[in-house]
């Protein structure tokens, strides 16, 4: 089976061929307000998340903000 595995949120996954982050955080995400995501430990900031393509064997990280005490 052809496609991208890698891990998300500690998950196996197997994603399309040519997937943006920025596809990814939506098909995870109902919105992109407080949202963090990291790429193999290092931050990407939100301006590249169009661009950025996700790789074989990546681990991604999307974390939200939580508020509370």
């Known amino acids: ?3 991208l595995h890698v891990i998300v949120n500690g998950e196996r996954e197997l994603l399309k ?6 596809e990814l955080i939506d ?4 919105t992109r307000k407080g949202i963090a995501v990291a790429i ?3 931050i990407v900031p939100k301006s590249l998340w ?6 074989e064997g ?5 974390v939200s903000a ?4």
């Open 27 to 30: 098909a995870h995400s109902p």
């Open 1 to 3: 089976m052809s496609g």
């Open 58 to 62: 990546t681990i991604i990280e999307i």
């Open 17 to 22: 061929d040519g997937i943006t982050l920025e």
């Open 66 to 69: 939580a508020a509370g005490g």
């Open 50 to 55: 169009h661009e950025t393509l996700v790789r």
């Open 40 to 42: 193999d430990r290092s």
